[in-house]
């Protein structure tokens, strides 16, 4: 599913998921501690995975790399509540909802 060089994080190719709906959903369904370890499994590799992105046009990224893009979205997800709010729900925000209206290219 990802490149061979990120085979490491197959155990999280749950989090591969193409739209930003999805990723919050997901992120909203997950424990912390399920955030955590897949922050703490991709987070030490997301520079070497841009690195290995920018080898490829963007328009057409072969599909272990898309999925590898997808993935490094769903970290950005997970990474404030993880680094900073430790919970899956922005605090104090009640029952605020913002819709995304145009998604990330790929």
């Known amino acids: 599913m990802l490149p061979a060089e ?4 197959e155990p999280y190719s749950d989090w591969v998921l193409a739209k930003e709906p999805q990723r919050y959903a997901k992120r909203l369904a997950s424990s ?3 955030m ?15 690195a290995h992105l920018d ?3 963007l328009d057409d990224l ?3 790399e898309r999925n590898l893009l997808q993935l490094s979205y769903s970290l ?8 900073v709010w ?21």
Request: overall charge negative; aromatic content about 12%; charged content about 25%.
């Open 6 to 9: 990120f085979a490491e994080l």
């Open 32 to 34: 912390m501690e399920e």
């Open 36 to 50: 955590q370890a897949f922050y703490d499994a991709a987070f030490p590799l997301l520079e070497r995975a841009m």
């Open 55 to 57: 080898a490829f046009p």
């Open 62 to 64: 072969p599909e272990p």
């Open 76 to 83: 950005v997800m997970v990474s404030f509540p993880v680094e």
């Open 86 to 106: 430790k919970q899956a729900r922005v605090p104090d925000s009640g029952a605020a909802y913002l819709d995304l209206l145009v998604e990330p290219r790929v």
